[in-house]
Nanobody, 126 residues
Framework: QVQMVESGGGLVQAGGSLRLSCSASLRIFSIYALGWFRQAPRKEREFVAAMGGSDTHYADSVKGRFTISRDNAKNTVYLQMNSLKPEDTAVYYC?????????????????????WGQGTQVTVSS
């Protein structure tokens, strides 16, 4: 059974930084595309960032502030979040999907992903 476990969430002041981590018990981790989504109260889950092969994709709202990366040797994906804003407050989820994948598929929405973590809360105070 695949498990994906996020960590690194917490409370931070506006302008601060956090780094989220997600470890995954995926066989052949390197072949999977990985993504981060977030869900704020009373809102739908939305795409944040994804990495497929050597390509990275970001939502416009986080471009230039967030960076997705991965360490295949550790079966881990990261989300470095800088210059955080109160509107970044949400539960953040990591996700993985098998190939084949495209930019459209990876950024299209949660249904494209096969495996999910349980989420980690990020709260940005003003």
């Amino acid at each position: 059974q695949v498990q994906m476990v996020e960590s690194g969430g917490g409370l931070v002041q506006a302008g601060g930084s956090l780094r989220l981590s997600c470890s995954a018990s995926l066989r052949i981790f390197s072949i999977y595309a990985l993504g981060w989504f977030r869900q704020a109260p009373r809102k739908e889950r939305e795409f944040v960032a994804a990495m497929g092969g050597s390509d990275t994709h970001y939502a416009d709202s986080v471009k230039g502030r967030f960076t997705i990366s991965r360490d295949n040797a550790k079966n881990t994906v990261y989300l470095q979040m800088n210059s955080l804003k109160p509107e970044d407050t949400a539960v953040y989820y990591c996700a993985a999907t098998r190939p084949p994948y495209s930019r459209q598929r990876l950024t299209g929405g949660p249904s494209a992903y096969d495996y999910w973590g349980q989420g980690t809360q990020v709260t940005v105070s003003s």
